[in-house]
């Protein structure tokens, strides 16, 4: 089975320039988490989505957004780019459950200047 | 949500040496999971363990869910295991693992 792919795996965006971030899980995983990793404040969960639906969110603001497709692979958004928002982001896929672990793709570095 | 508390924060080995690194939980977990994170940034998983104990190579971990904690033993250490190791877990009705803040390893020559 093929891993998780992100996709790019680079970026340098502008601040206040918006970006989209693309995540295909593994084949008949249909459970898309994403995760934002910084030095200081270590992986902080973003948001999961199952079967096109947004079911867990994190504590982050509306600037990040997703969405999931009826194939499961998920994009996420961030609208408005802040300096703050550079960061390493990570996508998670796992079957129904959790039951398996969650299983990480190679992650999308961003940095905004 | 649940705490979960690893330690030793740091640790710093010379080629060959063992060592033993522990994740604590503040409630009951599934799930359970460890990963080693390599320099590009990916999750690597180790184990899935959310009880008993299993063994991969060098590696082993043992999780013993009722008294809610978990142990990575790795052996022999390589330069290559440098990196930082993560354990994560649901817990309850959540299927979102919450993660320690890692150990950070490095392994000299």
């Known amino acids: 089975k093929a891993g998780v792919t992100q996709t790019p795996r680079y970026l340098i965006k502008t601040r206040g320039q918006q970006v989209t971030l693309s995540c295909s899980p593994i084949?008949?995983?249909?459970?898309v988490s994403w995760y934002q990793q910084t030095p200081g404040q270590g992986l902080q969960f973003l948001f999961e989505?199952?079967?096109?639906?947004?079911?867990n969110k994190g504590n982050f603001p509306g600037r990040f957004s997703g969405r999931q497709f009826s194939n499961s692979r998920s994009e996420m958004n961030v609208s408005t780019l802040e300096l703050g928002d550079s960061a390493l982001y990570l996508c998670?896929?796992?079957?129904?459950?959790?039951?398996?672990?969650?299983?990480f793709g190679q992650g999308t570095r961003l940095t905004v200047v | 949500g649940i705490q979960v508390e690893q330690s030793p924060p740091d640790l710093i080995l010379q080629e060959g040496a063992n060592s033993t690194l522990r994740c604590n939980f503040s409630?009951?977990?599934?799930?359970l999971q460890w990963f080693h994170q390599n320099p590009w940034g990916q999750l690597i998983n180790l184990f899935y363990?959310?009880?008993g104990t299993k063994q991969n190579g060098r590696l082993s971990a043992t999780t013993v869910a009722t008294e809610r904690y978990s142990l990575l033993y790795i052996s022999s250490s390589q330069t290559t295991d440098s990196g930082v190791y993560f354990c994560?877990?649901?817990?309850?009705?959540?299927?979102?693992?919450?993660f320690g803040r890692g150990t950070s390893l490095i392994v000299h020559p």
């Open positions: 363990i959310p009880s």
């Open positions: 989505y199952f079967s096109e639906t947004q079911r």
């Open positions: 998670a896929s796992s079957e129904a459950g959790g039951v398996g672990g969650a299983f």
């Open positions: 084949s008949g995983h249909r459970s």
């Open positions: 994560a877990g649901t817990s309850g009705g959540s299927y979102i693992p919450t």
């Open positions: 409630d009951s977990v599934n799930n």
